[in-house]
C-alpha cells in the first residue's frame, strides 16, 4: 500500500493512488490532516487547472508547500480532483 512519509510521519496511506506523470495522488480521505496546513500558494498547469497546496507540519518542523491538489480539476483529470500528490523530501513508497 503506498503511503506518503516525511520527517518520520505517514502523511497519506491508500490502495486507491491515481499515478500520474509519476506522481502517487492520494485520495482526501487518506490523508493524516492534523499534519497538513493551507497554504495561499496556486500554480497552473496547462491540462490539470489550478493547483491548490498545503504546507507539511511534523513536530514543529514545515516543510512549505509540500503537497498539492486540484481542487477543480479540468476535464482531462478530474479524475485527481481532490486527489494530493507530494515532493519536496516527501517519500511515497
Same mark, same amino acid.
Given at each position: 500500500?503506498?503511503?506518503? =512519509? !516525511?520527517?518520520g510521519a505517514v502523511?497519506? +496511506? $491508500? #490502495?486507491?493512488?491515481?499515478?500520474? +506523470?509519476?506522481? /502517487?495522488?492520494?485520495?482526501?480521505?487518506? =490523508?493524516? &490532516?492534523?499534519?497538513?496546513?493551507? %497554504?495561499?500558494? /496556486?500554480?497552473?498547469?496547462? !491540462? &490539470?487547472?489550478?493547483? $491548490?497546496?498545503? $504546507? =507539511? #507540519?511534523?513536530?514543529?518542523?514545515?516543510? &512549505?508547500?509540500?503537497? !498539492?491538489?486540484?481542487? %477543480?480539476?479540468?476535464?482531462?483529470? @478530474?479524475? =485527481?480532483?481532490?486527489?494530493?500528490?507530494? !515532493? &519536496?523530501?516527501? @517519500?511515497?513508497?
Amino acid at each position: 500500500m503506498p503511503k506518503a =512519509i !516525511w520527517n518520520g510521519a505517514v502523511l497519506a +496511506e $491508500s #490502495d486507491n493512488t491515481v499515478v500520474v +506523470e509519476g506522481n /502517487h495522488y492520494f485520495p482526501a480521505d487518506a =490523508i493524516n &490532516k492534523q499534519y497538513f496546513q493551507e %497554504s495561499n500558494t /496556486h500554480t497552473t498547469c496547462p !491540462w &490539470k487547472g489550478v493547483a $491548490s497546496y498545503y $504546507s =507539511i #507540519d511534523v513536530d514543529g518542523q514545515v516543510n &512549505k508547500d509540500a503537497a !498539492w491538489y486540484y481542487p %477543480s480539476a479540468k476535464e482531462k483529470a @478530474k479524475n =485527481i480532483e481532490g486527489y494530493v500528490a507530494f !515532493w &519536496k523530501g516527501v @517519500k511515497v513508497e
